[in-house]
């Protein structure tokens, strides 16, 4: 089983661009979930998906958006990126009560 | 809404040291409590969770913690630290989806020789 996996692992975007992220869920999971970390502190609730649906959504802007693919795998895009989006953004995934995170996708915003 | 507190930013041990990590909730209901390590540059791995029934609860690496529902606290300890316990701890509170799962600002805990 390979767990959580996240692609890619880093990331240096420009002001203003867009930014797609990866996530494929542990085997048999079916609800993903996605965090942001900026860095010293603890990871915010970004939105969780399950059944493709957006299920609930954290204190975010509409700049952030996601998707929920049939086979459970997840996308988070973030439209024009400022500065302060720069972050570890983080993908769980999910059976129940018990989350299983991924390695993170380090984003840089210059 | 639920919330997490974490007191303590920074803490060091010696190695072989007992450790404890403090965590204080606010939930309206009977909270999931999870404790995650994070080590630099990495994910998060659960060490232990609480959903109900015995209030101690073991976890990997030799970790516990004690769910105490009169002080709303959730502490996580270790009788004695291993240098390669030093990393980065969140406690969290969650919801039986585990959506909005609300974390803590974390400890950073260091292990002297």
């Known amino acids: 089983d390979a767990g959580v996996t996240q692609s890619p692992t880093h990331l240096i975007k420009t002001r203003g661009q867009q930014v797609t992220l990866r996530c494929s869920p542990k085997?048999?999971?079916?609800?993903v979930s996605w965090y942001q970390q900026a860095l010293g502190q603890g990871p915010q609730f970004i939105f969780q998906?399950?059944?493709?649906?957006?299920?609930q959504r954290g204190n975010f802007p509409d700049r952030f958006s996601g998707h929920q693919f049939p086979n459970y795998s997840s996308e988070l895009n973030v439209n024009a990126l400022l500065l302060g989006d720069s972050a570890l953004y983080l993908c769980?995934?999910?059976?129940?009560?018990?989350?299983?995170f991924g390695q993170g996708t380090r984003l840089t915003v210059v | 809404a639920q919330s997490v507190t974490q007191p303590d930013i920074h803490i060091t041990v010696s190695e072989g040291a007992s450790l404890e990590l403090r965590c204080n909730y606010s939930?309206?209901?009977?909270?999931?409590l999870f404790w995650y390590v994070q080590s630099p540059g990495q994910g998060l791995q659960l060490l232990l969770k609480?959903?109900?029934?015995?209030?101690l609860v073991q976890g990997i690496k030799g970790f516990e913690a004690e769910f105490k529902r009169s002080q709303s606290s959730f502490n996580l300890r270790k009788p004695s630290v291993h240098w390669s316990d030093a990393a980065e701890y969140f406690c969290?509170?969650?919801?039986?989806?585990?959506?909005?799962?609300?974390f803590g600002a974390g400890t950073r805990l260091t292990v002297k020789p």
């Open positions: 769980a995934s999910s059976l129940g009560v018990e989350a299983f």
């Open positions: 085997s048999g999971h079916d609800t």
């Open positions: 998906y399950y059944e493709e649906e957006e299920r």
């Open positions: 939930y309206g209901a009977t909270p999931y």
């Open positions: 609480y959903f109900s029934g015995d209030t």
């Open positions: 969290a509170v969650g919801t039986y989806n585990n959506n909005d799962m609300r």
